[in-house]
């Protein structure tokens, strides 16, 4: 829930420093406050925590780059994990037809 300003007593707020990192909070949520509507996309079906994201990244990085043994350069890595993740996104066949029409207009140019 966002507080407006009325319902803020500067009075419970320490001035100087305190007071600054307050009304620097206050006003992020008041511009903000048409992004946050955590009811509504809950209802939506959407996820507004970040579990679902660290469980994605745990199971698309994590059991593919960092088994016993694997050291990896970024290009290489960066690689196998858009593989990974064709494969997960069920876009695999998309991906190979973008990478050989990619390596195509590279060799034509």
Do not use: P
Request: net charge positive; proline share 0%.
């Amino acid at each position: 829930m966002i507080l407006s300003h009325s319902r803020v007593s500067y009075s419970q707020i320490d001035h100087g420093h305190r007071r600054n990192i307050s009304e620097r909070e206050i006003k992020y949520l008041e511009r903000n406050s048409k992004r946050m509507m955590y009811g509504t996309f809950k209802k939506e079906g959407y996820f507004i925590g970040s579990g679902v994201i660290e469980a994605g990244c745990k199971t698309v990085v994590g059991k593919r780059t960092k088994q016993s043994g694997m050291f990896w350069q970024v290009k290489g890595a960066q690689n196998i994990l858009n593989i990974r993740c064709a494969i997960l996104g069920n876009t695999y066949d998309k991906f190979w037809e973008y990478r050989n029409h990619s390596e195509t207009d590279r060799l034509a140019s």
